[in-house]
């Protein structure tokens, strides 16, 4: 089992940064992929970030590209999203979410954390 916590949300002028955390308690195995996944107001939800908990290989959105950035720190089993230049249609609640690769699904998900961004 696998319980994950998300940090670093907040409210932040156009152009401004933020650094979301998301903790784990438990151990993320090989066979998952850690994502950030955010969901706007009267949007469809959106897979922002991927990374493969493996190989380290990332994915980004197209519109995030360039502004957003990934990192870990496998010490701590801690998953991190570094988002600069933000803009106000980033804004959404963001969660952190481990996929199955094997299983092909979700297997668990954070809370969420609120990201707002003022023009």
């Known amino acids: 089992q696998v319980h994950l916590v998300e940090s670093g949300g907040g409210l932040v002028q156009t152009g401004g940064s933020l650094r979301l955390s998301c903790a784990a308690s438990?151990?993320?195995?090989?066979?998952?992929?850690m994502g950030w996944i955010r969901r706007a107001p009267g949007k469809e939800r959106e897979l922002v970030a991927a990374?493969?908990?493996?190989?380290?290989?990332?994915h980004y959105e197209d519109a995030v590209k360039g502004r957003f950035t990934l990192s870990r720190d496998n010490a701590k089993n801690t998953l991190y999203l570094q988002m600069n230049s933000l803009k106000p249609e980033d804004t959404a609640i963001y969660y952190c979410?481990?996929?199955?690769?094997?299983?092909?699904?979700?297997?668990?998900w954070g809370q969420g954390t609120q990201v707002t961004v003022s023009s």
């Open positions: 438990g151990r993320i195995f090989s066979n998952y992929t």
């Open positions: 990374i493969r908990w493996s190989s380290g290989y990332t």
């Open positions: 979410a481990a996929f199955n690769e094997e299983k092909s699904r979700y297997d668990y």
